[in-house]
Structure formats: C-alpha cells, structure tokens
C-alpha cells in the first residue's frame, strides 16, 4: 500500500476503515475497506480529518490485517470451535460447546514467530464452557506480505488442529473406598459425597462404590469386579502415603496396570497416582482432594473424561505451576494452577 494526499486519491480503493464522529452523534466507519474513492468523498474525509490516505499498490503482494487474520483463523481451529470478526483486524475464537481446550503448544510458537503474526491463547487442558473465549488471533501492522501469511497457514494446517475443544465422555467410573477404619464403621466415610460431585460435573456413570480394609486381596478383589462390569476409570482412595501399611498404590502395581506415576510434583495432591490397566484408568485419588477444592486430581481429570492419554515425560513439567497458595476463594482454572509445561 502506498499513502498520498487525500485530494490525489480518485479513482483509488481505500485499504482501511476510516471511522468518524459527526455532529449528529455517529460514530463508526464512514468508509470502508474497498471503497473506491470519489471526488464527492474529498471534502467528507477532510472534514474528519483525513489529509493522506492508504491506497493499494497493486503489485506490492501485501494482505490486509483483516484477511491475515481471518486466513490463518480458519486454518488452526479444529473441532468445537468457533470463530467471529474480524473486528480491527482481530478474530475472536470461542469454545462452541463444553470440553476441554487443546492446543498445540510448539505450532503456536512457530506460528508467533512468523513476521507480523500475533496469536494469544489460554493455556491449553484448560476445562471450557460454550463461548468461552479461546484466543485472539491478529497481525500487528496494517497490512502484511503475502509470504507470512502462507507461512502462518502452512504451519497451521501441517499440526492440524492447532487449536480444538473435546467434549467430556460419560466414562464408566468404580471408586474403591480403602481403609479398615473405614470398613468397620470407627469413622465415617468422607470421600463418597466428595467424588460424586467432582464427577458429576463430567456425566460419569457411577457404577458404584466398595469399601475395602487395607487388605490387597480385596482391594484387588474390587478392582477386578469394576473391570467386570466395563469400568472405564477406577478411582482408589485412601492409603496413598508411604507407610507401609499404605497399600492403595501397591494394589494398583500388583493388578497388573502400567504405572504412569506415583506421586505428582504438585501441592496440593502429591501423592496422586495413575496408571492404565489395559483401556481402563487407575487413579489413586491424593487425600488433599478431602479437604481441598482444587488439586492434582482437578487437574487432570479434565484429561481423563477427554480421552487424553497422560505420559510419564511431561509430568515432570507441572511442577511450574504446581504450587497452589490456597486462596480464600478457589478462582481455578483462571490462575497458573496445572498449567504445568
């Protein structure tokens, strides 16, 4: 684009709104984007103040902000997820439906790295609901060289979707409840209203609850009659310390399951454990979750009712991130809580 004097501009397509306020109270855009000026708009845009103008070179190969935007927008968002502007060369991406917000960290960066481009996200595993904002996408100058933008699609569409929001599945869900003092009656069990409401926030499929002693047998007695009855996901409370008579952990090892951790380095909810038993998760369900809104386990049962597996390599990137300072009000997700990297 070229800028000349408003009074040498006949004849040529405007490349910007230009916006004005009026004695009548208007305020917005006077011209718009494509308009071809005429000799009757001179005096108009000198009355807004518009002396000099932006005009397009037509061999210059630039793209405007608004279809920068919009271009490489369409090319990142996956599924469940909406897209509205451009609105000053800014487009707005939304969660169309509940789930959780994916995003692909290391395409975002090569995307923000590309000349001109800027693309602000929330953090990714983030639990969202239907029109959610999830990102901004925009260029910083007016106009961009045609270059950039096919190397922002191109990135884009090589790790597609860059961004997606994944409905939650109803997974069938057994929680075994360990402990003798538990299973005698001495004291009544706290962890059963707990899990129901966590999990009902996910539409799980409680197939019930069995109280053990701590007794391995039986512990894995219950395991085996949840996987019986098509548990997707087993949740195990109670003796997930180190004593030795702590035997939840022991009970997941001993059933056969593929440890992915035994411990998380996050406060609170250290001691959460996990594992996969085939198709099935085990989750050794940290004691921090009894009296505490949010913990580890808030964490990635996100994840879990979304269907994405959990790796042993990148636990050891929440511990940035991992520390809750336990605030009077729990504002999570909207901290760095589990934003682990």
């Given at each position: 684009?070229?800028?000349?004097?408003?009074?040498?501009?006949?004849?040529?397509?405007?490349?910007?709104?230009?916006?004005?306020?009026?004695?009548?109270?208007?305020?917005?855009?006077?011209?718009?984007?494509?308009?071809?000026?005429?000799?009757?708009?001179?005096?108009?845009?000198?009355?807004?103040?518009?002396?000099?103008?932006?005009?397009?070179?037509?061999?210059?190969?630039?793209?405007?902000?608004?279809?920068?935007?919009?271009?490489?927008?369409?090319?990142?968002?996956?599924?469940?997820?909406?897209?509205?502007?451009?609105?000053?060369g800014k487009m707005e991406i939304r969660a169309a439906s509940d789930g959780l917000f994916c995003l692909n960290r290391e395409a975002l960066k090569q995307m923000n790295r590309v000349g001109?481009?800027?693309?602000?996200?929330?953090?990714?595993?983030?639990?969202?609901?239907?029109?959610?904002?999830?990102?901004?996408?925009?260029?910083?100058?007016?106009?961009?060289?045609?270059?950039?933008?096919?190397?922002?699609?191109?990135?884009?569409?090589?790790?597609?979707?860059?961004?997606?929001?994944?409905?939650?599945?109803?997974?069938?869900?057994?929680?075994?409840?360990?402990?003798?003092?538990?299973?005698?009656?001495?004291?009544?069990?706290?962890?059963?209203?707990?899990?129901?409401?966590?999990?009902?926030?996910?539409?799980?499929?409680?197939?019930?609850?069995?109280?053990?002693?701590?007794?391995?047998?039986?512990?894995?007695?219950?395991?085996?009659?949840?996987?019986?009855?098509?548990?997707?996901?087993?949740?195990?409370?109670?003796?997930?310390?180190?004593?030795?008579?702590?035997?939840?952990?022991?009970?997941?090892?001993?059933?056969?399951?593929?440890?992915?951790?035994?411990?998380?380095?996050?406060?609170?909810?250290?001691?959460?454990?996990?594992?996969?038993?085939?198709?099935?998760?085990?989750?050794?369900?940290?004691?921090?979750?009894?009296?505490?809104?949010?913990?580890?386990?808030?964490?990635?049962?996100?994840?879990?009712?979304?269907?994405?597996?959990?790796?042993?390599?990148?636990?050891?990137?929440?511990?940035?991130?991992?520390?809750?300072?336990g605030c009077k009000v729990c504002r999570h997700p909207l901290c760095w809580f589990g934003t682990g990297r």
């Amino acid at each position: 684009m070229r800028k000349i004097r408003v009074q040498d501009a006949i004849g040529e397509t405007l490349c910007h709104d230009m916006t004005a306020i009026l004695e009548s109270g208007f305020k917005g855009v006077r011209f718009k984007r494509g308009h071809v000026i005429s000799a009757e708009d001179i005096p108009a845009m000198l009355d807004m103040g518009k002396f000099q103008v932006f005009v397009w070179e037509p061999e210059a190969d630039e793209v405007h902000e608004d279809d920068a935007a919009m271009a490489v927008t369409e090319a990142m968002c996956g599924k469940n997820v909406t897209s509205s502007g451009p609105t000053e060369g800014k487009m707005e991406i939304r969660a169309a439906s509940d789930g959780l917000f994916c995003l692909n960290r290391e395409a975002l960066k090569q995307m923000n790295r590309v000349g001109d481009y800027t693309i602000a996200c929330r953090p990714g595993y983030t639990r969202v609901a239907k029109g959610d904002l999830l990102a901004g996408a925009r260029i910083i100058p007016l106009v961009t060289k045609r270059r950039n933008v096919d190397e922002a699609v191109r990135i884009a569409k090589a790790n597609d979707p860059v961004l997606a929001v994944l409905p939650f599945k109803p997974l069938k869900t057994g929680i075994v409840i360990t402990g003798s003092e538990i299973y005698h009656g001495r004291i009544k069990d706290a962890f059963e209203p707990i899990l129901r409401a966590k999990l009902a926030g996910y539409g799980a499929e409680i197939l019930g609850f069995r109280k053990c002693p701590d007794d391995l047998e039986m512990i894995l007695a219950a395991i085996k009659a949840f996987l019986s009855s098509g548990a997707e996901l087993i949740l195990l409370t109670g003796g997930m310390s180190v004593d030795p008579d702590d035997l939840t952990p022991t009970a997941i090892r001993t059933s056969g399951a593929r440890l992915v951790t035994q411990g998380v380095p996050m406060q609170g909810g250290n001691m959460l454990t996990m594992a996969y038993l085939d198709k099935t998760m085990l989750i050794g369900v940290p004691g921090a979750s009894m009296r505490a809104p949010t913990t580890s386990l808030e964490v990635f049962l996100p994840r879990v009712f979304a269907g994405i597996e959990i790796t042993e390599e990148e636990i050891a990137g929440y511990g940035e991130g991992g520390l809750c300072l336990g605030c009077k009000v729990c504002r999570h997700p909207l901290c760095w809580f589990g934003t682990g990297r």
